[in-house]
């Protein structure tokens, strides 16, 4: 009922008071945020504050050296908060064991904290901020409410899209007018998102959780069948939530970013990045990427390198273990292998523009997608090496037949089906008034409603949640 | 004086936003109607919870004896065949937490309970309890008036048919479309119509069952371990202050699904068995698992489960105990 009564009390407050509505998505935005956990809410408030402060501190201060003051202050209080909240505990651990710190005298104790439910996204952005308008790109902002919107604007806030200051807050200080088009392609985006997410995700998640408790019960065959269908799992989870929250977004009036664009046509991990997570990517390439090479673009080694660094650091965002670092580290492994010319035409690389038929790139994209897949489910990297070692060892899967879901099959069917024939268009149902007529088009909207109630998994949280 | 004008107020919607709004209320009618229609049938499907809640309200006075346990339990103990007034309110899945909520949540209602029959089987102190949003809660809350959400009650917690839509579709579909259940409740939420299982496709054929695959989960958790046995010494402190008597059991396995069992799992399940029964002078054990003579391929739904046949040998065994209980 929050999203409803919300929407109602936004918009029957009338657009022209661009203030009380900035007010009430302000109040509606912590409220949703503190149904989690209330004490998550000083956190938020507090990042809020020192990057708002930091990039007014930026803008009045005329000294060079004052400005990066408050720029790494800004960013040392972001890093901080993050590297506390959810890296600590990893590194204690492992500074621990490295040293035989496990136990006795000198042993470290780990902080018995919760991770803030999407820490990782709003804390990103509120650095992006502060990095922006220290590089000019954008002028600060003397708004504390709008400020404080753009942070904690509910529909993203959880789980992104990560918004970049220059897109999302301008939105805050503009009017929204009503557009019912605008409206319906938001709650048609919802509606689609409800469905990957529900049938989609859900169902695989179902196989995937129970082949993965016990893996080393499963043959060959039904752990590549597992690892296949947490592909699936992972792309209906978060590809859904985006589209929920582009679609929410949509309602009150505002534009988010695209988040997804079938990563599963990617010919190369390049543009599989450039498909999955796309905010996250663009994130990484905009403030550690581009600031690693900026001198040096011609530099092969250093280009590597930066590559390298930036995909460790994207797996690392992804959460504090070693599976996500190896997770990083071999994305990163594969871009600097594509990069790599294979003969003497400088324009020549592995996949990009290479003599690999095309008809190869899908298996490519499969055998990358199926071991990344394979190193972002395991637990830890023991159970990502023993999986390995069982889909390579072949062990028979008589067990195999139990794990088929005709349902889950004939829905994912539809999900690559559709996507794939409306592959140019922002989401599937988008404009669908243009070609089909109201009652068809109702017709559509119910037999989705009916698929969802009919075929929903058992509820999962949603993945990215947890980072 | 111009009349100021009020910030929350109909008025300031626009003819495009109340057409929509009449847009909106026109497609989600048939929805919310729908929704409606679906819990009232939902409500009144023949399900052996709705038994159970009966039984508990109509009884609640002379239940002695209370099963509790997951969908091995619900199938092996027939209230019917016991010799004491009981009610078997084990479910599948269900697990200690949700146990310890039934029994906590109804001992108020039953004052001459005296036994409190509870499973242990082999894995149970190695299977992580179910989340505090288990959708099962909804039905302990509609049928036993429950609360296991450890939390207040919101309305959707009430609504049977969002708790687990997919279930109760396909409950529906084959109560009301195609007549395809099978099932056939006693008085006590007993399934005496049980037999459709493997074993029977299998035409109860031992040499068939022994190659049939079948699933087992033998994952070893030294961690749930610890936490589920911290559990079940809470549940029996708490029986023990209630002056309930437990019998802990065990129930009867086929071979094949003996054979697959995990030893160390199997191993520290026994120690803890062992160690409760010396600590609690309240506590006995019924160990059937291994009980290959009393039980044989007839008796079981499949390798882990008994039929209604089964069961009422369980019972017998059950009352056995019961009776010789000092």
Known sequence: MFLPITLVLYWAIGYKRIKAQNALLLVASYLFYGLWDWRFLFLIVASSLVDYIAALAIKGSEEKIKKKLYLYGSILWNLGVLFLFKYFNFFIDEFSLLFNLKDGEYAFTTLNIILPVGLSFYTFQTMSYTIDVYKSRIPPTRNLLNFLCFVSFFPQLVAGPIEKAADLLPQFNTRRKFNAQEVKEGLRQILWGLFKKMVIADNAARIVNMVYASHEEYGSFSLLYASVLFFFQIYGDFSGYSDIAIGTAKLFGFRLNKNFNLPYLAKSVTDFWQRWHITLTRWFTDYVYFPIIQKNLRSGTRRNIAVFITMGLIGLWHGADWTFVVFGAFQGFLIILERTPISQNRKSSLYHRSRIPSLLFPVFSFIFITISCILFRSQNIEEAGIILKRIFLLIPSSEWSSLISKTFLVCAAILLSVEISTRTKNFPLTRIDLYISRPFRWVIYYIFILLIFRYAGPTEDFIYFQF | ?326
């Open chain 2, 1 to 326: 004086m111009p009349v100021p004008r009020r910030i929350l107020f109909i008025s300031n919607f626009s003819g495009s936003q109340l057409r929509f709004l009449k847009y909106c209320l026109l497609f989600f009618t048939p929805v919310v109607v729908a929704f409606v229609i679906m819990e009232l049938l939902v409500l009144n499907l023949p399900i052996n919870y709705k038994y159970y809640g009966q039984q508990l309200n109509s009884h609640s006075q002379e239940i002695e004896l209370m099963g509790l346990g997951s969908s091995q339990m619900k199938c092996a103990f027939n209230p019917d065949f016991a010799d004491v007034d009981a009610i078997n309110l084990s479910s599948t899945s269900q697990h200690h937490k949700e146990d310890f909520h039934i029994l906590k949540g109804t001992r108020k209602r039953l004052p001459n309970l005296k036994f409190l029959l509870l499973e242990v089987s082999f894995n149970h102190l190695e299977l992580p309890h179910h989340p505090d949003d288990y959708w099962k809660n909804s039905v302990y809350l509609k049928y036993y008036d429950v609360n296991a959400f450890n939390r207040s009650i919101w309305f959707k917690d009430r609504l049977l048919i969002l708790s687990n839509n997919r279930f109760y579709s396909r409950k529906l579909l084959e109560h009301y479309f195609f007549n395809s259940s099978t099932e056939k409740f006693n008085s006590y939420g007993f399934d005496t119509n049980n037999f459709y299982g493997t074993f029977k496709e299998l035409d109860y054929d031992t040499s068939k069952i022994n190659t049939n695959n079948f699933r087992i989960i033998s994952r070893e958790d030294l961690s749930i371990f610890k936490k589920n046995t911290d559990f079940l010494y809470e549940m029996l402190e708490y029986a023990k202050a209630e002056n309930i008597n437990v019998i802990l059991c065990t129930l009867p396995l086929y071979k094949t699904y003996l054979k697959k069992r995990n030893p160390s799992v199997v191993r520290r399940r026994d120690s803890v068995l062992q160690m409760v029964q010396k600590q609690y002078s309240n506590v006995i054990l019924l160990n059937r698992e291994t009980d290959t003579i009393h039980f044989n391929e007839k008796d079981f739904l499949n390798e882990n489960h008994l039929n209604p046949n089964g069961a009422k040998k369980f019972t017998a065994l059950l009352n056995q105990k019961i009776n010789g209980f000092d």
